[in-house]
């Protein structure tokens, strides 16, 4: 527990002192939401339909194009070696770095979507359902990463490489992140997808850091 | 078979032999049961009441996909066993199973946009069945970049092996996350599953084809898993000599 709480800090920290990373990947989520009402046109009924969509899909682009950042200064400066080699459960240090990066590059996306859901016209039910499907959805993008960006730490290409792996990976809590918003919509309810994507959250906490672990011990073979 | 064969035939040398061995025999057989599914299923098998002459797809279509998905399970068996055993010869398996099971899913979807032109009057809709064979796809092609991205073989193997793994886990969530969010969204008005009872003859000239490409697929992978041993052991005398004769 105490390996969480120092990589967590540390990492933090490491953040902190590069504040335009964080930025960045907000600012990609901004534009690449505000490009779909310039390219399918103006109609409030059609951009309140795919707003939920929209919203998540930038999400998830924007969580894929930052895992990069998961693993690879670690690596390039050998800390990460240093890790493997510690007596802790690297599982626990994976855990706390996709805890990092959900922190750094999706909690400010989430603060952000309200605006974008409302520049779609949602209306405030939907963005509160938008909000929380966010907020137990992402942190499954972040570990289902972990092990995409792992595998592929190192190697050229890996950053279109790390979308071919991950993307299939991120389908079902699109599925459920953006139904969510729709069914609150049309009077469904969310809770039933919410259920899910926290039953997805679960399992991939249970299960992720453990393979991204593995992975790590692969690449850095 | 003894347990001492099975350890035998693990070693990519021996099995450089016996693959070959086993090569003909399947090739052959598969050339036999596709002449002979393609027969029944243009000229035996009676026309479709309601479908017409365009039915005669799924001779090709239905094997396909089941091929699709069982080569991945198949995949993932390997990756699981070279993972635990560290046995070269499965990661290689894998590895060469990949192409024919991303062409077979490919297959099944050129086939089945075919057949959905002329039935549902679309090249393609977001069934629930279509959305996941689509996503296998992507599944395949992660599998096989990330093996080709990889230049040390040892480590393309388990990475490889990992990616498959956790791909075959997620297979059932992405397809029931796709089965229920396309029942969510009314758009697809047509199921699969209350398919018409077939004649004997279409579901024996289906069957016939789903051996044929069985048979077909196991040819294709020994041949492949030998170019790749090869290629592995090429700085191994014995390699050298099979290269060396073949020039």
């Not at chain 1, 969510?180 to 249970?206: F, P, R, Y």
């Not at chain 2, 005669?56 to 094997?63: A, D, G, L, N």
């Not at chain 2, 066993?81 to 894998?94: E, K, P, Y």
Request: hydrophobic residues 55%.
């Amino acid at each position: 527990m105490k390996i969480l709480a120092w990589v967590v800090k540390r990492d933090l920290l490491l953040a902190m002192r590069r504040k335009s990373d964080v930025l960045t990947t907000l600012f990609f989520f901004v534009i690449m939401a505000s490009l779909f009402p310039l390219g399918v046109g103006p109609e409030p009924q059609l951009l309140k339909q795919m707003g939920p969509g929209v919203v998540w899909v930038a999400a998830l682009l924007a969580s894929m194009l930052s895992l990069g950042r998961l693993f690879s200064a670690d690596y390039a400066d050998g800390t990460l070696e240093q890790m493997l080699l510690c007596p802790e459960s690297l599982a626990l240090i994976v855990l706390a770095k996709a805890a990092v990066h959900w922190i750094t590059a999706e909690l400010p996306l989430v603060a952000f979507a309200p605006l974008l859901g409302l520049q779609f016209g949602l209306s405030e039910q939907a963005l509160w359902v938008l909000i929380a499907s966010l907020l137990i959805g992402t942190p499954v993008l972040s570990l289902v990463g972990s092990i995409g960006a792992s595998l592929t730490l190192g190697l050229r290409g890996g950053g279109v490489l790390v979308s071919l792996l991950v993307l299939p990976l991120y389908i079902p809590t699109l599925i459920f992140g953006a139904g969510a918003v729709d069914a609150s919509t049309s009077g469904l309810g969310a809770q039933g997808h919410l259920s899910i994507l926290g039953a997805l959250l679960v399992l991939s906490l249970l299960a992720t850091p453990k393979a991204a672990a593995a992975a790590l011990r692969i690449s850095l073979e | 078979m003894s347990k001492v064969n099975l350890y035998k035939f693990s070693a990519p040398a021996t099995f450089y032999g016996l693959a070959g061995q086993m090569i003909p025999g399947f090739a052959i057989l598969s050339a036999i049961l596709f002449a002979a599914g393609l027969y029944i299923s243009f000229f035996v098998a009676p026309t479709d009441a309601q479908q017409g002459e365009a039915y005669r797809i799924i001779f090709i279509h239905v094997p396909a996909a089941w091929m699709s998905m069982f080569i991945y399970v198949v995949m993932a068996v390997y990756s699981g066993i070279g993972l635990a055993f560290n046995t070269r010869l499965s990661a290689m398996m894998a590895q060469a199973l990949a192409p024919t099971g991303a062409l077979f899913c490919f297959i099944a979807l050129f086939t089945g946009s075919f057949w959905g032109k002329p039935m549902w009057g679309a090249w393609w809709v977001w069934d629930a069945r279509l959305t996941s064979q689509l996503i296998l796809f992507f599944l395949y092609i992660g599998f096989i970049s990330l093996q080709a991205a990889i230049e040390d073989p040892k480590r393309a193997d388990r990475a490889g092996a990992l990616i498959a793994l956790v791909g075959v886990i997620n297979v059932p969530i992405i397809y029931f996350s796709v089965k229920w969010w396309n029942t969510l969204h009314q758009g697809a008005s047509i199921s699969f599953s209350k398919a018409p009872t077939m004649a004997h003859t279409m579901l024996a000239g289906m069957l016939v084809m789903a051996v044929a490409c069985w048979t077909y697929t196991i040819a294709i992978a020994l041949y492949r898993v030998r170019l790749i041993i090869l290629e592995r052991e090429r700085h191994t005398t014995w390699a050298s000599e099979i290269l060396g004769g073949a020039k």
